[in-house]
Structures are given as structure tokens and as C-alpha cells.
């Protein structure tokens, strides 16, 4: 008998939007966040004799590339978290990072949203902007989409460099020895998720009123 080649259908990504609105609820709304983000305050001390100044925890320009940095895979939590604040020390020395964030508590895309949020004392006339993550599906596609948007790892920072600075700083963080990938690219309103063909969308402003959000 003929074995079937069919292959298992692949379980379809879900709306990550309601999900991340029980997680902001749960954390207790979209806040005032800090300028900086303290954990990256922390990782950059050691080398503020040398000049480095952390960067700020809001994105900061439309265009601007939306990079995901993280201690390589496979080595243990110590090597891997020095190696992390070797390679974004270096690049804020360099002075190419604009802004940085560590993707805490909600993962990801509760770090994306938190970049989005005005600090504190910051005049309301300043820009408002927006993010576009995107990825391209593959095989798992539903867990791994949920993994990358709201997985809780400690390693992982978000940072946004010029766009035409994207692939040198890809570059230059694998050559110190972190992985580096680019996630998305800051843009002038909106949260927008892309995962291949299939597209999510929510106003900014609706979430930081907690209005419940809908996908298109």
C-alpha cells in the first residue's frame, strides 16, 4: 500500500492582540515608563567611565530598524550574559544604538509597546510613533510566533539602530558573539504584527486607553 505524503496541517498563529492586552492588564495598564530602561542602566555601568551613556528606552524615529539582541544559544547563563553586555556596550560606545530595552516581563511585544509610551516630563507636542514587527512563518509557525512575541527572557533586549545602519550592527553583534536578528522597523502610528501573509493591527492610542482591540 501507498503511504499518504500528506503532511500534518500546521496549527494556524492566533490573534496575539488579545493576548497582549490581558497581559497589560494583568501588569496594570500601559504606564509612564522610565526614560531609560534600568536594566539596560545596569548592564552599561561598568563601562561609564569609558563614556558609554545608555540610550534612551522610547523609539525614536520613524524609519529607524527594530533589532532583537540576545546572548548566544547554547552557552550557560553567565557566558551568555557577558557576552550580551560585551556586544551592547561596544555598540553604545560606537553611539549607533538610539534606543534600548530589555524584553521583560510580557516578552517582546510588551517591550515594543512600553518603547512607545512617553516618559514622564516629556512634552505631549513630541512625536508619536508606531511599530511594525514582522516575520516569516515556518514549520510550528503558531508556537514559534507566540514564542518570539511574548517568550520572558532576560537576554533578550530590544534596540533600534538607523535603518542604514541595520546590517552593519547585525554584523558586527554576531562577530562579538551575540546572536542578532532584525524583528521590524519603527514607523509614524500604529502596533502592526505581520507573520508572513497574515497581518494584525491596533492604534497605539486605544491601547494606552485600554480599549479593547480588534485584528484586521
Do not use: H, N, Y
Amino acid at each position: 500500500m501507498k503511504e499518504s505524503s500528506t503532511q500534518p496541517a500546521q496549527a494556524e498563529p492566533l490573534d496575539p492582540m488579545p493576548q497582549l492586552q490581558r497581559i497589560l492588564s494583568a501588569l496594570g495598564g500601559l504606564q509612564a515608563v522610565a526614560a531609560v530602561d534600568p536594566g539596560m542602566q545596569t548592564m552599561v555601568a561598568p563601562w561609564v567611565e569609558d563614556g558609554a551613556v545608555c540610550p534612551p528606552g522610547r523609539f525614536q524615529s520613524a524609519g529607524d530598524a527594530v533589532l532583537v539582541v540576545s546572548g548566544p544559544m547554547g552557552e550557560g547563563a553567565a557566558e551568555g550574559g557577558s557576552i550580551l553586555r560585551t556586544t551592547l556596550a561596544g555598540l553604545v560606545l560606537e553611539g549607533v544604538i538610539r534606543s534600548a530595552r530589555r524584553c521583560g516581563q510580557g516578552g517582546l511585544l510588551v517591550a515594543a509597546v512600553d518603547c512607545l509610551v512617553r516618559p514622564p516630563g516629556e512634552s505631549a507636542s513630541a512625536e508619536s510613533l508606531g511599530v511594525v514587527l514582522q516575520w516569516m512563518p515556518a514549520a510550528g509557525s503558531a508556537v514559534v510566533l507566540e514564542e518570539e512575541l511574548f517568550g520572558e527572557r532576560p537576554d533578550r533586549v530590544l534596540v533600534t539602530v538607523r535603518g542604514e545602519d541595520a546590517g552593519r550592527v547585525l554584523k558586527q553583534a554576531r562577530i562579538l558573539g551575540a546572536a542578532a536578528v532584525r524583528v521590524g522597523t519603527v514607523a509614524d502610528s500604529g502596533l502592526v504584527i505581520r507573520f508572513g501573509e497574515r497581518e494584525w493591527c491596533a492604534s497605539v492610542t486605544d491601547l494606552l486607553d485600554g480599549k479593547r482591540v480588534g485584528s484586521s
